[in-house]
């Protein structure tokens, strides 16, 4: 399996990104998929997860922030990240596993991570 994340960066409070994870069509179609993030020092946090049906959750500290969607055609996840806060700052990680472990906060299978920072 195999997990390419993009769209990282630095942005002022109150500004937006998105960002990408890629995977391959099997992966993409057949198992849940989800964001994570960890800040220096803080636990890990699912951000956002979506099972092979579309189904979407958003944890509570972002919803209503961040949008979780995805691309069919490019075998593609995205997290559009809106009206960004200093607690967002992080390194986001793209996972993909069975639904009971991305549920259970332990996918096995792990993208190197894109850093997001808010100031």
């Known amino acids: 399996v195999q997990l390419v994340e993009s769209g990282g960066g630095s942005v002022q409070a109150g500004g937006s990104l998105t960002l990408s994870c890629t995977a391959s069509?099997?992966?993409?179609?057949?198992?849940?998929m989800a964001w994570f993030r960890q800040a220096p020092g803080s636990q890990r946090e699912t951000v956002a997860t979506?099972?092979?049906?579309?189904?979407?959750t958003v944890a509570g500290t972002v919803k209503g922030r961040f949008t979780l969607s995805k691309d069919n055609g490019r075998s593609t996840l995205y997290l559009q990240m809106n009206n960004l806060k200093t607690e967002d700052t992080a390194m986001y990680y793209c996972t993909a596993d069975v639904c009971q472990l991305i549920r259970g906060g332990i996918p096995r299978y792990w993208g190197k991570g894109t850093q997001v920072t808010v100031s």
């Open positions: 979506v099972d092979s049906n579309g189904v979407t």
């Open positions: 069509e099997s992966t993409y179609r057949s198992i849940c």
